[in-house]
Nanobody
Framework: QVQLVESGGGLVQAGGSLRLSCAAS?????MGWFRQAPGKEREFVGS??????YYVDSEKGRFTISGDNAKNTVYLQMNSLKPEDTAVYYC????????????WGQGTQVTVST
């Protein structure tokens, strides 16, 4: 079973930046980022598949997703962070092409202070 390990979360002031990493222990197809803020449902942030990033409209320009296929790792670069970006960020992956996200990381906390 492939496992995902996230890193890079932490506390940052508004306007600052963080880069999250997600390393997969084996092959995956699509790797995505989700986040869940307190009291809210988990929401999709973006994904990386076959070298192509995809973003939700609200995060275009602030968030950048990239990957290193040789390391089975995907990154989420977050700039101009806002307090409303505070959430637990999860990495997820699909074990099959065009499959659903069926592999999840443990999550990493991102806190943006005012």
């Amino acid at each position: 079973q492939v496992q995902l390990v996230e890193s890079g979360g932490g506390l940052v002031q508004a306007g600052g930046s963080l880069r999250l990493s997600c390393a997969a222990s084996g092959r995956t197809f699509t790797m995505g980022w989700f986040r869940q803020a307190p009291g809210k449902e988990r929401e999709f942030v973006g994904s990386w598949s076959s070298g192509i990033p995809y973003y939700v409209d609200s995060e275009k320009g602030r968030f950048t997703i990239s990957g290193d296929n040789a390391k089975n790792t995907v990154y989420l670069q977050m700039n101009s962070l806002k307090p409303e970006d505070t959430a637990v960020y999860y990495c997820a992956a699909t074990s099959r092409m065009l499959g659903n996200y069926d592999i999840w990381g443990q999550g990493t906390q991102v806190t943006v202070s005012t």
